[in-house]
């Protein structure tokens, strides 16, 4: 079985196609086909990206990460910032279908490496 990292998919496929990839295949084991065109969840895929799977792994079975880490990471993100922009927690938890108590814990977590050192004085 061939284990790529999200790096190194999105270099082969891009960052648009990789995205669709984790979607439907996150967490799966794939056999790739040696020719395009890929069939199952990969014909969701453009043409380019399905070829260059086939080119680079055709013939084994790609496992496809998950990438939740980064999902997660990109959703506080979002969260941090419309907090940061006046938005209430309350109208944060509803639209992330989250409680209130969930989006003050994501708030309360050291995110800069500055923050985690402190201060002196």
Do not use: H, N
Not at 72 to 93: K, N
Not at 97 to 115: K, Q, S
């Amino acid at each position: 079985m061939a284990l790529a990292d999200t790096a190194e998919l999105e270099r082969l496929i891009g960052r648009e196609a990789l995205s669709t990839l984790v979607s439907t295949c996150g967490g799966l084991a794939i056999p790739i086909p040696k020719r395009p065109p890929l069939r199952g969840p990969l014909m969701d895929l453009p043409e380019r990206a399905q070829q260059a799977l086939a080119w680079r792994y055709g013939g084994t079975t790609l496992y496809v990460p998950k990438c939740d880490g980064a999902a997660r990471a990109a959703r506080d993100a979002a969260i941090r910032a419309a907090y940061d922009a006046g938005e209430s927690v309350q109208s944060i938890a509803r639209r992330w279908r989250m409680t209130e108590r969930w989006v003050y814990e994501i708030l309360g977590r050291v995110d800069a490496p500055e923050a985690a050192q402190g201060t002196l004085f």
